[in-house]
Nanobody, 115 residues
Framework: QVQLVESGGGLVQPGGSLRLSCAAS????????MNWYRQAPGKQRELVAT???????NYADFVRGRFTISRIIAKNTVYLQMNSLKPEDTAMYYC?????????WGQGTQVTVSP
């Protein structure tokens, strides 16, 4: 069973930065893609950023230019560097790993952006 463990969330002021980590229990090469999603209270879960097995990245328009997804293959870890944070970035952030027929989720890490 694949396990994903997120860390790095917290409280930050507007304009600040955080780096989220997602550690996988197995090789991240076994997944087609790894993604970061977020869900704010009362809203649907939304895709934030993606990194594929080949290293290609993609971002939601609302974070492009501010967030960066990356990985360290040897550590089986994916990161989300979040800069220029805004109050509307406040949400629970989830790591997702995708295979052809399966999706795996972490437990989430809370990010709160507030003065």
């Amino acid at each position: 069973q694949v396990q994903l463990v997120e860390s790095g969330g917290g409280l930050v002021q507007p304009g600040g930065s955080l780096r989220l980590s997602c550690a996988a229990s197995g090789s991240i090469f076994s997944f087609l893609a790894m993604n970061w999603y977020r869900q704010a209270p009362g809203k649907q879960r939304e895709l934030v950023a993606t990194i594929t097995t080949g290293g290609s990245t993609n971002y939601a328009d609302f974070v492009r230019g501010r967030f960066t997804i990356s990985r360290i293959i040897a550590k089986n870890t994916v990161y989300l560097q979040m800069n220029s944070l805004k109050p509307e970035d406040t949400a629970m952030y989830y790591c997702n790993a995708r295979k052809t027929m399966s999706d795996y989720w972490g437990q989430g890490t809370q990010v709160t952006v507030s003065p």
